[in-house]
């Protein structure tokens, strides 16, 4: 079933660890982006890529980065967790033009908890 | 940055009422977009309006882009319990190098059969 694969489902990782949370699409998409979802803050724009081998910053970037080596792949990395990094993450992607149309097709998430 | 304002924050509602939400912003958009997120699972598209004054239906399901580029809203009619679920709103302007896409912080829908 074509769509967004997100790895890991859940993660429960101890402050100051290292982490990827991991993305593939199947979808040819153009744009990929990375959000955290916060009670009562919705959906927050961590990190995008307009295409393969470009990135950008978003809302709240800081302690992320991610990288885009090919069409299909856009991991998120937490180079040094900390307790305010537990949220739930969705990454998403768009097959626009990098103007694109802002229909995003979201993957089921990633449950990240930093004790 | 800009910013939407979505209302109400949550509902609690009989099957087979009709539900209203809204979105507004100090800023104009291109684009506007609804998306629904069930319970563990990923926001989905319902609904994208790309000119002023657009009125959309997808089923029980009608969204209007607000004449004045600034405000939407959703409407559901005749409320199901699989309508459960937080349902955002979306704004977008063209020539960002992210397309600029904004969400509301989101309403949760409850309802009770």
């Known amino acids: 079933i074509a769509g967004i694969t997100q790895a890991p489902t859940s993660q429960i990782l101890a402050a100051g660890r290292r982490m990827t949370l991991r993305c593939t699409q199947d979808m040819r998409h153009n744009a990929m982006y990375w959000y955290r979802q916060d009670l009562g803050l919705g959906l927050r724009l961590i990190h995008y890529s307009n295409t393969a081998g470009t990135t950008g910053k978003g809302e709240v970037p800081d302690g992320y980065s991610v990288s885009r080596a090919n069409t299909d792949d856009f991991p998120l990395t937490l180079a040094s967790a900390v307790p305010s990094q537990t949220s739930v993450y969705f990454c998403?992607?768009?097959?626009?033009?990098?103007?694109?149309?802002?229909?995003?097709?979201f993957g089921e998430g990633s449950r990240l908890t930093v004790l | 940055g800009q910013q939407l304002n979505q209302s109400p924050q949550s509902m609690f509602i009989q099957e087979g009422e009709d539900v209203s939400m809204n979105c507004t912003s100090s800023s104009i958009f291109n684009t506007w977009l609804w998306y629904k997120q069930d319970p563990g699972e990923g926001p989905v598209l319902l609904i994208a309006l790309y000119k002023a004054g657009e009125l959309t239906s997808n089923g029980r399901l009608t969204a209007q882009f607000g004449i004045t580029r600034k405000d939407s809203f959703l409407n559901i009619s005749a409320s199901i319990p699989s309508d459960v679920g937080i349902y955002f709103c979306a704004g977008q302007n063209y020539g960002g190098s992210q397309g600029n896409l904004i969400f509301g912080k989101g309403t949760k829908l409850s309802v009770k059969p």
């Open positions: 998403a992607s768009s097959g626009g033009h990098p103007a694109n149309t802002g229909e995003l097709f």
